[in-house]
């Protein structure tokens, strides 16, 4: 709006000789860590973003610190069985005789991994799919189009038990690969449609009069235009991970040796748990999941706004 | 006493972790009943926001910092919200620029006629739609409009519904904030005229926001030109244009000409005579035509082209944008394509350089058919054949500095590398007024004013020593100011580099300094062609007439009297 214009002799162009500009860094890395703090300050100026990212902040404290935060192993069944909450043992113990406070804390390894890991491979698949499907034209938009259709149609619980059925005994590669199945699909769709705009952009047909390839148009011209929605698909596929693995897990589908909170809510829930007074083994990893998933959607409105361009500096005229 | 009387009035926009900038500086400024002002700026100049300050529609985060707006005697800088619903009627209204898309899409024009009555309950039910049909009848709409929704309207008709429903409350106070400036030039005239009439019709004072002094000056009574955000002059309308007082009016009129004029000159701009037919013409080919490495070499030649683009609804006809159009630019000629929307040219523009494939005919290189070629073959077609866009805010990546998009093409389309494809940039900036090259090579497009934006897009275009040009409009999104000077760059690179020039416009000012041969389009096909000179000085088509006179020229208005 307000582009400084100066009164010059007639014809001459004003010239806005701007400032010395913001400092950027030379370095290529230098440069990276500048975008990602500047998106860190716009997501954080955000109240619910905010809480969100407070949250979400503990819950990696608690997973990297583990082995110092909990009193005991997660393994460790030393302990008398069925155990209410004491001094010793906080949130009382397992039937097997494990401390429910450990296991709570070391259950978070596993849902940060799987919710980031699967959360992120998704995205990337939904990224590739969907901006090249985006720009190409021609008969493999239908075959695509077929495709994702055909996984957003089917339901993603009924998929995911199957496909785990199928390669039972996986571990945690196993969970990861099923999530990163049945998740990338949605997002393809959403950055399919923001390439489908971006590409009508005068920016991009010059970036093909400048004799560029199309891969380098979509990945070095569109893509960085975008990346707001891609964090944001990135969120989104995450959280859904992180419930996903929980009910697989709950479901008894997933690596039954190890401890995360879709399992110990299985284990509680065979040894009936609820009848002997023991709600709290329900309860305490039941509230992790679902405060792990509110903060990453919480984090979610804080991208959003990363989004809206009228936040952003210098889109504007 | 005057009906609104601003004192001191100052507008800060404060955007949320951004510098406060002032955008509305202590302007004083009287408006008296019944009179016709205008009000003339660049962007940035703060009319927009003294117009909606006015009316008080201004949104955080601008703010009324200070001052007073007095509307018949009362203050209301201060009013609050209520107040100020209950003082629309009969008070201020406001007709916004893109007032066209004001209108809800999924409500018929009578109902937004009968929000507006039922809001304010002064016109009682069984009279709604009389009343309406009468304003509608004011700014010449026939009343079968109100049974349709806004999609199936023009943007014209639209733009004209937006003024009937501000007409709708009697106001005394009516802001028109760039009313035309979306619209077709055609259109724009005719709404002008309706704005007058009604004006003098229902005696309401209006406040006309303008960029083009031109449009002001043939309406306004009384004109207050804008600039960072004080108003730098305030007079009468004749006596603005006969006496201006301030350098930068001065410097605003300097940019208006007559295109039929004998001798046209613009600030920058060499002036072109007719001394005999064709002189100009064939003085600037003799120069271009020169042993100079880089000139163009071959002719784009096309033959009885046609496009049919598919019906866009099914049962409706399809569209044909371009109609068995022939043509031949010459190299190192400078051909003009001028029309109003939607008659083609940019159509013609997309399948010269392989972006689009015309329905029928041929499209011819050198010996090249760029109708029949594949994508590979395209991408040398682009190092001969390049383009400058018509909007330097789209048309550069927000995320790339000058430098990046200056040596994509380098490397795309020669054989420089490293430090010697970092020189040629220089170069290319250094070509095209740039400078510092160092300074602008490290900007980001925000950085840059619109002006500096698109020198960086010819610059993009120049970097594969292309032998054709292709511009759509590439002046028509930037302030006068800063037009004469791109135009200039246009001109000197013709005279430089001898490349060939399709230059595509509705501004028919612009193609008169700038081409040798014009060519009128309407509705795909060709109404006139031949010399620029003879065309625009004695049009034989009725069209050309039409679009010569929707030019807006203040003189017309002050030497006809």
């Known amino acids: 709006m307000t582009e400084p214009t100066a009164v010059t002799a007639a014809g001459t162009e004003?010239?806005?000789?701007?400032?010395?500009?913001?400092?950027?860094?030379?370095?290529r890395t230098g440069r990276f860590f500048q975008v990602v703090g500047r998106g860190f300050a716009t997501v954080w100026a955000n109240p619910k973003a905010r809480v969100g990212l407070v949250m979400l902040g503990a819950f990696v404290l608690m997973a990297v610190l583990a082995p110092v935060l909990a009193p005991y192993g997660p393994h460790d069944d030393s302990f008398g069985r069925n155990e209410a909450g004491s001094a010793a043992h906080w949130l009382g113990t397992t039937g097997n005789g494990e401390d429910v406070l450990s296991q709570v804390i070391y259950g978070a390894r596993i849902s940060l991994l799987v919710g980031f890991v699967a959360g992120g491979l998704s995205t990337l698949v939904a990224v590739v799919i969907g901006l090249s499907w985006g720009y190409l034209r021609g008969w493999g938009d239908d075959v695509v189009n077929f495709l994702v259709n055909l996984f957003l149609v089917m339901p993603g619980l009924p998929l995911m038990i199957i496909i785990a059925a199928y390669l039972q005994n996986g571990g945690l590669p196993m969970i990861i690969l099923v999530v990163v199945l049945t998740g990338w699909a949605w997002g393809a769709r959403v950055l399919r449609s923001q390439t489908r705009s971006l590409r009508s952009r005068d920016f991009v047909t010059a970036a093909v009069f400048s004799g560029e390839r199309p891969a380098r148009v979509v990945f070095r011209e569109i893509l960085p235009n975008m990346t707001s929605m891609i964090a944001a698909s990135f969120f989104g596929a995450a959280t859904a991970a992180i419930l996903a693995e929980s009910g697989l897990?709950?479901?008894?589908?997933?690596?039954?040796?190890?401890?995360?909170?879709?399992?110990?809510?299985?284990w509680a829930q065979n040894s009936m748990a609820i009848l002997t007074g023991q709600w709290v083994l329900l309860f305490a990893p039941g509230l992790c999941i679902a405060l792990l998933a509110t903060s990453?959607?919480?984090?979610?409105?804080?991208?959003?706004?990363?989004?809206?361009?009228?936040?952003?500096e210098g889109t504007g005229r | 006493m005057s009906l609104l009387q601003i004192e001191d009035l100052t507008v800060v926009y404060e955007p949320r972790g951004a510098q406060p900038t002032t955008a509305v500086d202590r302007v004083s400024l009287s408006l008296e009943q019944g009179e016709f002002v205008g009000l003339v700026g660049e962007s940035g100049s703060g009319k927009s926001t003294l117009g909606f300050a006015i009316t008080r529609l201004a949104k955080a985060p601008a703010r009324i910092a200070s001052g007073r707006i007095v509307f018949d005697g009362t203050d209301i800088a201060g009013m609050g919200a209520e107040e100020l619903r209950a003082q629309r009627r009969g008070g201020f209204a406001m007709v916004l620029q893109s007032g066209m898309n004001a209108l809800?899409?999924?409500?018929?024009?009578?109902?937004?006629?009968?929000?507006?009555f039922a809001a304010h309950g002064h016109v009682p039910a069984p009279r709604r739609r009389a009343r309406a049909v009468d304003l509608l009848d004011k700014v010449q709409l026939p009343a079968t409009v109100l049974d349709r929704y806004p999609g199936e309207l023009s943007g014209g008709m639209r733009q004209r519904v937006s003024i009937a429903l501000a007409l709708s409350l009697e106001p005394r106070l009516m802001v028109f904030d760039e009313p035309t400036t979306a619209l077709d030039v055609l259109v724009q005239h005719a709404v002008m005229d309706t704005i007058r009439e009604l004006q003098k019709a229902e005696g309401f004072t209006a406040v006309l926001i303008s960029h083009d002094?031109?449009?002001?000056?043939?309406?306004?009574?009384?004109?207050?030109?804008?600039?960072?955000?004080?108003?730098v002059e305030d007079a009468p309308a004749r006596e603005l244009y006969r006496h201006p007082r301030h350098e930068y009016t001065r410097m605003l009129l300097s940019h208006y000409a007559d295109p039929r004029a004998e001798v046209v000159e613009l600030p920058g701009l060499s002036s072109r005579t007719v001394d005999a037919a064709g002189g100009t013409a064939a003085s600037v080919r003799g120069t271009a035509a020169g042993p100079d490495a880089g000139a163009a070499r071959d002719a784009v030649v096309v033959e009885h082209v046609s496009k049919v683009y598919p019906a866009p609804r099914r049962g409706e006809q399809p569209v044909t944008a371009v109609d068995d159009v022939s043509f031949t630019l010459e190299p190192g000629g400078a051909l003009a394509l001028v029309g109003q929307s939607g008659s083609g040219k940019s159509t013609i523009a997309k399948m010269l350089t392989g972006v689009e494939r015309p329905t029928s005919g041929t499209v011819r290189f050198g010996d090249q058919r760029v109708d029949r070629m594949r994508r590979r073959q395209l991408r040398r077609l682009h190092a001969d054949v390049q383009m400058v866009f018509q909007d330097p805010y789209s048309a550069l990546n927000p995320l790339s500095t000058v430098e990046y998009t200056l040596t994509r093409p380098v490397e795309n389309f020669t054989d420089l590398r490293g430090e010697a494809a970092r020189a040629r940039v220089l170069e290319l900036l250094e070509t095209v007024g740039l400078t510092p090259v160092e300074q602008f090579a490290a900007k980001l497009p925000h950085q840059l004013s619109g002006g500096q934006r698109q020198r960086v897009v010819i610059a993009r275009a120049l970097a594969s020593n292309p032998q054709v040009l292709v511009a759509d409009e590439p002046v028509s999104m930037l302030d006068v100011s800063?037009?004469?000077?791109?135009?200039?760059?246009l001109q000197e690179l013709r005279r430089e580099t001898g490349v060939s020039l399709l230059y595509i416009t509705h501004d028919l000012l612009s193609a008169r300094v700038i081409a040798d041969q014009i060519m009128v389009l309407h509705h795909g096909t060709v109404v006139e062609r031949g010399e620029t000179v003879r065309v625009l000085r004695f049009p034989e088509a009725d069209y050309t007439t039409r679009l010569l006179a929707a030019v807006p020229q203040p003189a017309r208005r002050f030497e006809a009297s």
């Open chain 1, 14 to 27: 004003p010239q806005v000789v701007p400032g010395p500009p913001r400092r950027t860094s030379r370095t």
């Open chain 2, 213 to 231: 002094l031109g449009v002001v000056l043939e309406s306004a009574e009384r004109v207050a030109v804008m600039h960072d955000g004080r108003v």
């Open chain 2, 104 to 116: 809800n899409p999924v409500r018929s024009v009578g109902h937004h006629f009968a929000d507006v």
């Open chain 1, 249 to 266: 897990s709950f479901l008894g589908l997933g690596d039954m040796s190890t401890v995360s909170w879709g399992s110990m809510i299985f």
């Open chain 2, 482 to 489: 800063l037009r004469a000077g791109v135009l200039a760059l």
């Open chain 1, 296 to 312: 990453m959607t919480l984090v979610n409105f804080g991208v959003d706004g990363l989004s809206n361009p009228r936040l952003r």
